[in-house]
């Protein structure tokens, strides 16, 4: 079953990236028409993300990500360049994935999808800001207790947060490590068992690029 739905943008998210002159990217969260399995009827997709990097030149194409508007998904963390898009999504509580993207032939071709991290029920409601930086390395950084959760919820894209107003937040660090991001150092004190969670993800991942 096909279901229309118009194409109305319901979310913009700006970003300004502070890394030296990386150029300035637009996020717009649109609705587009229900794509199900024909074989289980189950909805596929029924929005996209649409990243698009702002140059004068407007030489760079759009990239177009598939998503589900019926589940709880943002972009939590965004970083390009004229040739290569890196995208972090959290899908509700469950986690945070990591796609990088490289510009070939006029097409941006996904290279590579991993876990960043899994989440629960008290670590995504405290989830200040994702920094996708250098060297394979992504922060998370959480809100302390006695901090302002509302913030965080949903009601707000993570990305359109003004941080600046908290500064002392708790961050934990993911490295990329033989093809899987790992936490390094300590783990904050919502989450419990990193060991488990750190070999969970590694399957994950594993799964994913089997299946490739």
Not at 45 to 65: G, W
């Amino acid at each position: 079953m096909k279901t229309s739905i118009t194409n109305t943008a319901f979310l913009i998210i700006l970003i300004v990236t502070t890394h030296g002159q990386e150029p300035k990217i637009s996020v717009l969260k649109q609705k587009t028409d229900s794509i199900v399995d024909t074989k289980t009827g189950v909805e596929k997709y029924n929005a996209e993300f649409r990243v698009s990097i702002q140059s004068s030149k407007n030489e760079t194409p759009e990239l177009i990500i598939p998503t589900v508007s019926t589940m709880l998904t943002r972009v939590v963390a965004c970083r390009g360049t004229k040739d290569r898009i890196e995208i972090a999504i959290q899908v509700d509580e469950f986690g945070i994935g990591y796609f990088d993207y490289r510009l070939e032939g006029g097409m941006w071709i996904l290279k590579s999808t991993r876990n960043v991290c899994a989440l629960n029920g008290q670590i995504a409601p405290r989830l200040a800001q994702v920094e996708i930086l250098d060297e394979g390395i992504i922060d998370v950084k959480l809100h302390k207790d006695g901090s302002k959760l509302g913030k965080s919820g949903w009601e707000k894209e993570l990305l359109m947060k003004d941080h600046k107003e908290e500064k002392d937040l708790l961050v934990e660090r993911y490295a990329l490590q033989n093809g899987v991001f790992s936490l390094v150092g300590e783990a904050s004190k919502y989450r419990p068992r990193p060991d488990t969670k750190t070999k969970e993800n590694h399957e994950q991942n594993k799964t994913q690029q089997d299946n490739r």
